[in-house]
């Protein structure tokens, strides 16, 4: 079958980050393109129920932690029978708008979209079972997965979305609990038991790991549980849970191997996620999944049948929409054999806990198991003067080089405005920049940017003489 006699060029399944970003790509790279997505909404459960919603959250809940740094300028305390709706205001208004805007994007680069459900019936070929009951067929020439994943429900863990929530209902309670259990400590985890402390609700972080966001900077994980720390939170690190329930009165019980018992008014399961493909009927387009659930992929994004590609959370971590929509981006372009250029592998991760994380490049161990004794640079947000105006003193930001001094290989910041301030070492990193760049360039002053230079000043100190 020549690729003409097919429905469309490229049909993309799942409208979540990486979907609508593939689905445009290929559109732009005029192809004739449609976009399916079972929900009424555009977007993807991340953006719907996880992204847009926790950092509306996380808006206010850094609102109320600087009002209460500034005491001398206003006796400021949340009541303890304060609405959860009030801390989550203007989301509706914020999800209409970005869906909105999903919608109009996705028409005016002329995709189809199409409501209903997607299975494979040959790796051309899908069922689609629309919401008014009726089937029919469609034919690509290319196909990208873009079905992101659903949350995983331990079954030690008996989730109730009312004492004992999951990442989807945490913010359904009426009212901001007095105390609060978060089981996990990758993104979502960190995101919320950050966001609810900084609410001066009293968290406890409980994970089998020794540290939070394991797949970062060592230095930016210390960082991080520092700060929640001093927040009042809790870390419970290598605590294996056995048991957790509702003692039916006031309290969630979660016993861990070893004796370790928290209590508290409710509880967070942030076990991680699934990926979303059960429905799929992978199968019949010669397609399984790998032994952690995921869809396997080469660095094009194909899939072993070579027509299909995927991206997002169902190719497995970081699973961050930042990182899902680069990854849609390219996997159209490689399907399509668009050219996207040496540095597309370089895609900065942005953690938006309190306090936001964020990074690009290698680690520092990942860079030394790959150059051996690299240099490393620090610069302390308190060393700067916009650091010490805004109260945003625990921060950091570190670069990591070659052992020369010269390339840059990583960048990693924690501290409030870290997601912004992360596009300056990703633009230099780009550009193959060397470090002296932060020298010579002329940063705004009083800005958090100025670290850059610090930084910089600490690695040439260290050059090789």
Same mark, same amino acid.
């Given at each position: 079958?020549?690729?003409?006699?097919?429905?469309?060029?490229?049909?993309?399944?799942?409208?979540?980050?990486?979907?609508?970003?593939?689905?445009?790509?290929?559109?732009?790279?005029?192809?004739?393109? %449609?976009?399916?997505?079972?929900?009424?909404?555009?977007?993807?459960?991340?953006?719907?129920?996880?992204?847009?919603?926790?950092?509306?959250?996380?808006?206010?809940?850094?609102? #109320?932690?600087?009002?209460?740094?500034?005491?001398?300028?206003?006796?400021?305390?949340?009541?303890?029978?304060?609405?959860?709706?009030?801390? #989550?205001?203007?989301?509706?208004?914020?999800?209409?708008?970005?869906?909105?805007?999903?919608?109009?994007?996705?028409?005016?680069?002329?995709?189809?979209?199409?409501?209903?459900?997607?299975?494979?019936?040959?790796?051309?070929?899908?069922?689609?079972?629309?919401?008014?009951?009726?089937?029919?067929?469609?034919?690509?020439?290319?196909?990208?997965?873009?079905?992101?994943?659903?949350?995983?429900?331990?079954?030690?863990?008996?989730?109730?979305?009312?004492?004992?929530?999951?990442?989807?209902?945490?913010?359904?309670?009426?009212?901001?609990?007095?105390?609060?259990?978060?089981?996990?400590?990758?993104?979502?985890?960190?995101?919320?038991?950050?966001?609810?402390?900084?609410?001066?609700?009293?968290?406890?972080?409980?994970?089998?790991?020794?540290?939070?966001?394991?797949?970062?900077?060592?230095?930016?994980?210390?960082?991080?549980?520092?700060?929640?720390?001093?927040?009042?939170?809790?870390?419970?690190?290598?605590?294996?849970?056995?048991?957790?329930?509702?003692?039916?009165?006031?309290?969630?019980?979660?016993?861990?191997?070893?004796?370790?018992? #928290?209590?508290?008014?409710?509880?967070?399961?942030? %076990?991680?996620?699934?990926?979303? #493909?059960?429905?799929?009927?992978?199968?019949?387009?010669?397609?399984?999944?790998?032994?952690?659930?995921?869809?396997?992929?080469?660095?094009?994004?194909?899939?072993?049948?070579?027509?299909?590609?995927?991206?997002?959370?169902?190719?497995?971590?970081?699973?961050?929409?930042?990182?899902?929509?680069?990854?849609?981006?390219?996997?159209?372009?490689?399907?399509?054999?668009?050219?996207?250029?040496?540095?597309?592998?370089?895609?900065?991760?942005?953690?938006?806990?309190?306090?936001?994380?964020?990074?690009?490049?290698?680690?520092?161990?990942?860079?030394?198991?790959?150059?051996?004794?690299?240099?490393?640079?620090?610069?302390?947000?308190?060393?700067?003067?916009?650091?010490?105006?805004?109260?945003?003193?625990?921060?950091?930001?570190?670069?990591?080089?070659?052992?020369?001094?010269?390339?840059?290989?990583?960048?990693?910041?924690?501290?409030?405005?870290?997601?912004?301030?992360?596009?300056?070492?990703?633009?230099?990193?780009?550009?193959?920049?060397?470090?002296?760049?932060?020298?010579?360039?002329?940063?705004?002053?009083?800005?958090?940017?100025?670290?850059?230079?610090?930084?910089?000043?600490?690695?040439?100190?260290?050059?090789?003489?």
């Amino acid at each position: 079958m020549s690729q003409q006699e097919f429905d469309y060029d490229v049909v993309v399944i799942g409208s979540g980050p990486a979907g609508q970003k593939a689905a445009v790509q290929a559109a732009k790279a005029g192809q004739r393109v %449609a976009i399916i997505e079972r929900d009424s909404l555009f977007g993807g459960a991340c953006v719907h129920q996880g992204t847009i919603p926790s950092k509306t959250l996380r808006e206010n809940a850094l609102r #109320v932690k600087n009002m209460g740094q500034n005491v001398a300028l206003v006796d400021f305390e949340l009541s303890e029978d304060r609405e959860m709706a009030t801390l #989550v205001d203007r989301l509706d208004d914020v999800l209409k708008a970005h869906d909105g805007f999903m919608r109009e994007q996705i028409d005016r680069n002329q995709v189809e979209r199409i409501h209903g459900r997607a299975s494979f019936v040959n790796n051309h070929t899908l069922d689609i079972n629309y919401v008014g009951g009726e089937t029919k067929q469609i034919s690509s020439h290319k196909m990208i997965i873009a079905t992101g994943s659903y949350l995983r429900h331990p079954d030690n863990i008996p989730i109730d979305h009312e004492h004992i929530l999951d990442s989807d209902s945490i913010l359904s309670m009426l009212y901001l609990p007095s105390s609060l259990t978060v089981l996990g400590g990758g993104v979502i985890a960190s995101e919320y038991a950050s966001i609810f402390q900084a609410l001066g609700v009293k968290v406890t972080m409980v994970d089998r790991y020794p540290t939070p966001l394991g797949f970062l900077d060592s230095d930016m994980t210390v960082r991080f549980v520092r700060e929640f720390e001093a927040m009042g939170g809790t870390w419970l690190g290598n605590q294996k849970v056995q048991k957790v329930h509702w003692d039916g009165v006031s309290e969630v019980i979660t016993e861990c191997e070893g004796g370790t018992v #928290v209590r508290s008014q409710k509880l967070l399961c942030a %076990a991680g996620r699934v990926a979303n #493909v059960k429905e799929l009927q992978l199968q019949n387009a010669g397609l399984m999944l790998n032994e952690r659930g995921l869809i396997s992929v080469d660095e094009q994004l194909c899939i072993v049948v070579g027509n299909i590609y995927a991206a997002g959370d169902v190719i497995g971590p970081p699973s961050l929409a930042s990182v899902s929509m680069e990854q849609g981006r390219r996997a159209s372009c490689n399907a399509l054999g668009v050219n996207i250029g040496d540095s597309s592998q370089l895609i900065p991760a942005g953690i938006y806990g309190v306090p936001e994380l964020s990074s690009v490049g290698l680690t520092e161990q990942q860079a030394r198991d790959q150059y051996g004794d690299v240099i490393v640079g620090k610069a302390d947000f308190s060393e700067v003067a916009r650091g010490q105006i805004s109260g945003n003193t625990g921060g950091m930001l570190k670069i990591v080089s070659d052992p020369q001094g010269d390339a840059i290989l990583g960048v990693m910041i924690v501290g409030e405005a870290s997601t912004e301030v992360v596009h300056i070492g990703h633009m230099a990193m780009l550009c193959h920049a060397k470090v002296d760049i932060f020298i010579e360039s002329t940063f705004n002053f009083p800005t958090l940017a100025e670290t850059y230079r610090i930084a910089a000043l600490e690695i040439i100190a260290k050059r090789p003489k």
